[in-house]
């Protein structure tokens, strides 16, 4: 008995990652109940789902942003001159282009993020807006590779293995989900009037896997800047109010993807918003809607185990090999590190009494593997809205202050995360999770930034390796053969098929008939000499 037992794996390689640029640009008008608008504060948006489609060489995009606006606009003598406007849905900023893709054949995947939203005010009614994004792209295709696993046998026989780490796709899914919550407002905050601001983020994030479904879970914080309203009815100036894990306030937050999930899959993700919409219908308490996209993958990984060689002490061993080009998991890692940042308020800004909020755009990263490490290089775009003590008069101004922003430089950052045994000639692949940035006040001219990000990191190599796919055991034949024994070539023949059918090996075919021992030399009716005795590989 001489057994041979077959295996398979299916795994990805990733050919290139890459990021393409895209601007958006439109007209947004001013809601007839605002004031006209004398300067821009600050601005921040969201970016809903994108549709995308592949044309040949080129991904064509689609969709909408929503877009946040804090303004100064022309005083009132019973409201405060700072405003807030928000453009959502269909009646936010337009989302088209196409981005041309690298001539290769692969698979590809795709996201979209805003790195920066700019309003310039045209009129006192209208603004023009200019959205910049990040196409990340990455190009794979799936690797197939079968191979010889283990074999049974009543006979002695040596075989040598190759254990191998392998991650086999699943799933690759989006989801978007809406929660909402209304939020008190904390004693001795004094009473809302209307919103000027209001951002959520999302923190703490886990994942868990049920029977049929991966559950995200985490908790929502949510920061916001209003107009408060005084007893007489009037508005009496700008508050903050957060709600986060620290005084209780977060909002607990679960997103289920329902799919088949096999035992101890790898799930990596990125969680972002997607839009917040908030609305005051009390002035003790405000309510908000937040919507949150995912990105989930799922992946099996396994150990592999794949004969490389066999030997027999009697008989002799024909074997089959095949060159298979193996897609290795080196590391799978969930890292967190932390950024900070001393950011100092350019020349001409005044000089700071209290922060009021700090808007910070996804950060534009970049990565590369070195020896025993991850490398992560960034910069993103930061506003500080903050109240300033008038210059040279009475009372208090809510003002602005930007980094990457009208010439100033962009907050940039890096950082190596530590992956011992990982190579530079290795791939990488990241899901990076940025948490709440947090803020400090050092002086009145700086502030100190914090922020959390939490990776997900798959580092993988390719490796070409000369696999047994198939394995027989020869016992030579006894008494008087042909002196001459001949075989027709038929269609879908080869040399592993023509050995087992004569008891022979594929090595005496190759030599009897001057083979260099490919199948592609096996021509329809070209006739093969069939060797007397079998010769080993």
């Known amino acids: 008995m001489f057994t041979c037992h077959y295996g398979q794996a299916v795994m990805e ?22 004031p006209d608008l004398e300067t821009v504060l600050a601005a921040h948006g969201y970016l809903r789902e994108i ?113 191998l780490l392998v991650a086999e796709p699943l799933v690759q899914t989006y989801v978007s989900r809406e929660f909402s919550n209304t939020f008190a407002l904390t004693y001795p905050r004094p009473p809302l009037s209307r919103v000027i601001s209001c951002q959520a983020f999302p923190v703490h994030t886990t994942v868990s896997v049920g029977k049929e479904k991966v559950n995200i879970e985490g908790r929502l914080e949510v920061h916001l800047v209003y107009a408060t309203l005084t007893e007489d009815g009037q508005e009496g100036g700008l508050e903050t109010q957060k709600w986060t894990e620290e005084n209780g306030g977060a909002l607990p937050f679960q997103i289920t993807v329902e799919t088949p999930v096999p035992q101890e899959p790898s799930v990596a993700y990125e969680l972002w918003v997607e839009s917040v919409d908030c609305l005051s219908p009390h002035p003790e308490s405000c309510r908000v809607q937040i919507q949150l996209g995912v990105d989930v993958c799922l992946t099996k990984t396994r150990q592999a185990k794949a004969v490389i060689d066999v030997s027999a002490e009697q008989g002799i061993i024909d074997l089959k090999r095949e060159i298979g080009s193996w ?12 950024v900070e940042k001393l950011l100092t308020l350019p020349e001409q800004r005044p000089p700071i009494k209290e922060v009021l909020q700090v808007m910070v755009t996804e950060p534009k990263l970049q990565w590369e593997l070195d020896h025993d490490q991850l490398i992560v290089a960034g910069e993103a775009l930061a506003t500080l809205l903050y109240e300033a003590e008038r210059m040279g008069e009475e009372g208090d101004v809510i003002t602005a202050a930007g980094w990457g922003q009208d010439g100033t430089e962009a907050l940039s950052f890096g950082t190596t995360v530590d992956l011992p045994g990982v190579e530079a000639e290795m791939q990488a692949r990241v899901f990076l999770n940025p948490q709440r940035p947090a803020v400090e006040l050092v002086d009145e001219r700086t502030i100190k930034l914090i922020w959390e990000f939490k990776a997900m990191i798959t580092v993988t190599q390719n490796r070409e390796l000369a696999l047994v796919t198939d394995s027989a055991l020869v016992w030579p034949e006894e008494g008087p053969k042909p002196s001459m024994l001949f075989y027709l070539v038929q269609p879908g023949d080869t040399l592993w098929g023509i050995a087992r059918r004569y008891n022979t090996t594929m090595a005496a075919l190759a030599k009897a008939n001057q083979l260099t021992g490919t199948d592609q030399e096996l021509v329809f009716g070209k006739k093969l000499l069939i060797p007397k005795a079998p010769l080993a590989n």
């Open 13 to 34: 390689r990733t050919l290139l990652n890459t990021s393409k640029d895209l601007e958006a640009h439109g007209q947004l008008e001013l809601a007839a109940d605002c």
């Open 327 to 338: 897609v290795e998991v080196v590391e799978e890692a969930e890292r967190s590190f932390v």
């Open 51 to 163: 549709k995308g489609e592949i044309v040949g060489n080129k991904l064509y995009l689609s969709g909408m942003a929503d877009v946040h606006l804090v303004y100064r606009g022309k005083e009132s003598l019973d409201q405060v001159p700072v405003y807030g406007m928000v453009w959502k849905g269909t009646a936010g900023a337009v989302v088209n282009g196409e981005i041309e893709l690298p001539e290769r054949e692969a698979d590809w995947d795709w996201q979209v993020r805003l790195l920066q939203t700019k309003l310039q005010p045209e009129t006192e009614r209208t603004l023009k807006y200019q959205l910049e994004l990040e196409v990340r792209l990455r190009a794979h295709e799936p690797v197939a590779v079968g191979f010889v696993e283990q074999i049974e046998t009543e006979a002695p026989v040596h075989t040598e293995e190759e254990h």
